[in-house]
């Protein structure tokens, strides 16, 4: 990976603990990361919720209701699901919640905190985590096999930003499971 980002491949996510940097793939999902900048740009994140976080699997915001149901305004995206060979769930990548219609992707998304197999191939991945990850992990945990957050952390803003020097072990967190090259066969 370059040292640095185009800004317009920059997400800065500003939470409490501070700044996590977040860069953008748009070679694996391009619709999923057009309304992921649309709605950064919006404001639409500003003091949203990490409604759901689960120790050891991810933390999800995205839902300005707080409650796992609600989105934008805009229609629901198609599935961009990245084959497993191509981009994996790995620590720090972030991916786009749906319900169970690969196909109702809106402004959900998550961070994963460490792999999960499971999820490669059945979620669109959309970024990753370039530096900042000691943040996500400082997001308050939530509660039962949900993980529904009561008084949960809260998203300060969201923002296409400019571009950012990846720190190497932030990097090295979450870079080996995307290659961004598109596929041969794809």
Not at 33 to 47: H, K, P, Q
Not at 50 to 79: C, N, W, Y
Not at 143 to 162: C, E, M, T, W, Y
Request: hydrophobic fraction near 40%; aromatic fraction near 6%.
């Amino acid at each position: 990976m370059s040292a640095s980002i185009a800004p317009e491949n920059t997400l800065l996510l500003e939470l409490n603990s501070g700044t996590v940097t977040i860069e953008l793939l748009p070679d694996l999902a391009p619709l999923h990361v057009e309304r992921i900048r649309t709605l950064a740009s919006a404001g639409f994140y500003d003091n949203t919720p990490f409604h759901r976080v689960i120790e050891g699997f991810m933390a999800q915001g995205g839902d300005p209701t707080g409650t796992g149901t609600g989105g934008s305004e805009h229609p629901d995206l198609p599935a961009e699901f990245s084959p497993p060979g191509k981009a994996k769930f790995l620590r720090g990548v972030c991916g786009m919640a749906r319900t169970n219609n690969p196909n109702s992707a809106n402004s959900q998304f998550f961070i994963m905190f460490a792999p999960a197999p499971s999820l490669d191939g059945q979620y669109t991945i959309w970024g990753r985590v370039v530096d900042g990850m000691d943040h996500v992990d400082r997001i308050k945990r939530g509660q039962g096999p949900n993980g529904l957050a009561r008084d949960p952390d809260r998203i300060k803003s969201l923002r296409v930003g400019s571009a950012a020097a990846a720190a190497p072990a932030e990097a090295e967190a979450g870079a080996e499971g995307v290659d961004s090259t598109p596929a041969a066969d794809a």
